[in-house]
């Protein structure tokens, strides 16, 4: 079991940056991969991006290409999404997810692959 800690959120206004944290314990994560996901109000959880904990490649949603990047700090076990030049369509809660990574390359975009969870963090944008 993993245990995820996720903190960092806020009401921002549209532009703004935010960067959020996500604290994990309990295992080592080697073999797994880290991802953020958002559920707006009414929608979805969506995926927003991912790390394989073991050799740093990150991936992230086309919706926030460039705008949003995720790191890892090997020493601190946390994982971050910088979030930069956020939209108003970007207000969410935000959660971290943990799970074992596919088995080659790549991260699993969907939330049932993750089996371990943050408790989430809203962020709200206004425009």
């Known amino acids: 079991q993993v245990q995820l800690v996720e903190s960092g959120g806020g009401l921002v206004q549209a532009g703004d940056s935010l960067r959020l944290s996500c604290a994990a314990s309990g295992r080592t994560l080697s073999g797994y991969g880290l991802g953020w996901f958002r559920q707006a109000p009414g929608k979805e959880l969506e995926w927003v991006a991912a790390?394989?904990?073991?050799?740093?490649?990150?991936y992230s949603a086309d919706s926030v290409k460039g705008r949003f990047t995720i790191s890892r700090d090997n020493a601190k076990n946390t994982v971050y999404l910088q979030m930069n030049s956020l939209k108003p369509e970007d207000t969410a809660v935000y959660y971290c997810?943990?799970?074992?990574?596919?088995?080659?390359?790549?991260?699993?975009?969907?939330?049932?692959?993750?089996?371990?969870w943050g408790q989430g963090t809203q962020v709200t944008v206004s425009s």
């Open positions: 790390i394989r904990w073991s050799g740093g490649s990150t």
């Open positions: 997810g943990a799970g074992p990574s596919p088995p080659y390359s790549g991260v699993y975009v969907s939330s049932s692959m993750y089996n371990n």
